[in-house]
């Protein structure tokens, strides 16, 4: 099943298998949420000008999901490998 993720309250897609979605967000602080199948998991961020960030969603064996952030090199390997499915504006 997919790992949905919401921004704040607002959902903002689901990803499944080798998919990747960009976020082209203004400089500020951001609540990021993905809900596995049992759990949800939390990670908050501040994006700073001109920043990229890399972050894995992933599924645990609990049956929540995880954020994990990726050095630029292994985000960007991912990336060429993945299939985009959205862009968040």
């Known amino acids: 099943p997919p790992i949905n ?3 704040g309250r607002q959902p903002v897609g689901g990803l499944t298998g080798r998919t990747w979605m960009l976020f082209d967000l203004v400089p500020k602080l951001y609540d ?3 809900h ?7 990670l ?3 994006v700073d000008p001109g920043q990229t960030r890399f972050l894995l ?3 645990t064996p609990s049956g929540s ?3 994990l952030e990726l050095s630029p ?3 960007r390997r991912l990336v060429r490998w993945g299939q985009h499915i959205q862009e968040i504006r």
């Open 57 to 59: 969603v992933q599924p």
């Open 73 to 75: 090199a292994d985000g």
């Open 65 to 67: 999901a995880e954020f």
């Open 5 to 7: 993720i919401t921004m």
């Open 36 to 42: 596995g199948t049992q759990e949800s998991s939390e």
């Open 32 to 34: 990021l949420r993905v």
């Open 44 to 46: 908050i961020i501040t």
